[in-house]
């Protein structure tokens, strides 16, 4: 409301995110809640492997979204969100993972 408020107000276009942005930024968070989670609870992560699970995962989440951009802003939310589920589950499974191999390689 406050944005649209100051927009008319001034007399400019309200800002409108795309479908995209807002798909992204909220896979973002997830992601990023997800990785820290799963870290913290099945492999029991420092707080640098926590930062490093959140990074990784972010990273990686930003590359498969702009890597499928059209795909993303074009499907349906029922579509969108099987694409979303199943992305973070490998994600977070493959940052966890890379977590784990770290340590082995520290204690090996």
């Known amino acids: 409301m406050g944005l649209d ?26 992601v990023g809640y997800f990785a820290l989670r799963e870290a913290r609870r099945r492999v029991n992560a420092t707080l640098a492997e926590m930062v490093m699970c959140a990074l990784a995962g972010g990273v990686l989440n930003l590359a ?3 890597g499928f951009r059209q795909t993303v802003g074009q499907i349906s939310g ?16 493959l940052v966890t993972r890379v977590v784990l ?8």
């Open 5 to 30: 408020f100051y927009a008319e107000s001034h007399g400019k276009p309200p800002l409108r995110l795309s479908k995209f942005t807002v798909r992204a930024v909220g896979s973002l968070l997830l």
């Open 64 to 66: 498969v979204i702009f």
């Open 78 to 93: 029922i579509q969108y969100m099987a694409f979303a589920s199943l992305e973070t589950f490998l994600i977070v499974e």
């Open 101 to 108: 191999y770290f340590r082995w390689l520290r204690h090996a």
